[in-house]
């Protein structure tokens, strides 16, 4: 590992001046659950660390809007927020998409040192960009070596893409499906963007997962509240797809919200993300309209399914992911409207 000089500001306004205007020379650590690992496989190397630990108050809490009790909460997460408060807190009881998919990262160690901010803006898992001997796009190279190599675990919606990366967060599929929105801060003050707008498809050296400037940080992220009709009740699920249960990441992720009217039982304001399955989250318009004017049952979750994977093109190790995706969505959409998960032993 490169040496590094080490910082740990105690406010946002004192971590900006900190952050170089170009990506390499500074990274800022939040659990460090992924920038541990970059630096060790001296793919990242930066000479300065600016640590996000010290920072408190909004920046690590959970806060709604509404008073106890009232429905649907308007929710604002802080960015340095751990994955275990989100699985757990009782303000997210509403969205079990979330707090499922934040119950589902890794193990409970990872869990406990991983923030939101750090799923949300985390590098790609490329085994190729994980290897400091391997010169790919993203390093500056000529070549995104998955595209004729070892491409099991990599995009299946890859038209237009050079690199055929898959995003890794599995926070960010359920938060776009609900209709998130990223707070950011930066030497120009504060914007906001919506969460799917956060994200582009990186081809070289100087981009990242995400649309984030060098000398930004992400602040917080918020949704409910006035999105959803007053007298409707809220549905939302997510269900992902693994090789096995712990310290790994899902194959394909699916993420579903929309509102009935109290007693129906027709969707409306359908919204279905897709992780996993290209170099951005997704956001599956097809898939929604599929769904949308529809009563939720196993066939409209399954013409959904179908749905979501038009323009799939898979690579020469990865057509597997096709079915799986359209059993992700179809299931999302049965969980978020209660029904019994059948599949489970």
């Keep these: 590992m490169k040496n590094f000089t080490y910082y740990r500001p ?17 990274e ?23 640590s996000l630990t010290g920072i408190g108050g909004a920046f690590r809490e959970i806060q709604s809007a509404a008073p106890p009790g009232a429905f649907p909460p308007s929710i604002t997460i802080g ?9 757990e807190s009782r303000l997210l009881a509403a969205f079990p998409a979330l707090t499922a998919a934040a119950a589902q990262v890794a ?4 869990r406990n040192m991983a923030t939101l901010g750090g799923n949300l803006c985390q590098r790609n898992r490329c085994w190729y960009f994980r290897d400091e001997h391997v010169h790919c796009l993203l390093k500056g190279g000529r070549k995104c070596f998955a595209q004729e190599g070892e491409n099991q675990y990599h995009a299946i919606f890859t038209q237009g893409h050079p690199c055929v990366i898959v995003n890794p967060s599995s926070l960010a599929p359920p938060l776009i499906a609900l209709g998130a929105v990223a ?29 984030l400037a060098p000398n930004e940080i992400l602040v917080a992220v918020r949704f409910g509240g006035a999105e959803v009709p007053q007298f409707a009740a ?26 009935v009217e109290r007693g129906g039982n027709v969707a409306k304001g359908v919204r279905v993300a897709l992780g996993h399955v290209a170099p951005t989250p997704l956001l599956s318009e097809a898939a929604a309209k599929a769904l949308e004017g529809q009563p ?17 093109r898979p690579l020469s190790q990865n057509e597997y992911k096709v079915q799986q995706l359209k059993v992700a969505v179809k299931r999302a959409v049965l969980l978020a409207a209660g029904f019994k998960p059948y599949w489970e032993i």
């Design 10 to 26: 105690a406010t946002l306004p004192m971590a900006l001046p900190l952050l170089a205007d170009k990506w390499g020379p500074t």
């Design 28 to 50: 800022l650590l939040g659990g460090g659950t992924d920038l541990l690992d970059r630096t060790k496989d001296y793919v990242s190397e930066p000479d300065s660390v600016i």
């Design 79 to 87: 960015a340095g927020a751990h994955l275990t408060d989100i699985a």
């Design 107 to 110: 193990g409970p160690q990872i």
């Design 183 to 211: 707070d950011i801060l930066g030497p120009k003050g504060q914007r906001e963007l919506p969460l799917e707008k956060l994200y582009q498809a990186p081809v070289k050296e100087t981009q990242r997962e995400h649309v």
């Design 234 to 259: 809220y549905r939302n699920g997510s269900y992902e797809v693994r090789q096995k249960e712990t310290s790994d990441w899902p194959l394909v992720q699916a993420a579903v919200a929309y509102h």
């Design 296 to 312: 939720v049952t196993e066939a409209t979750a399954t013409a959904a399914g179908e749905a979501a994977v038009e323009g799939a």
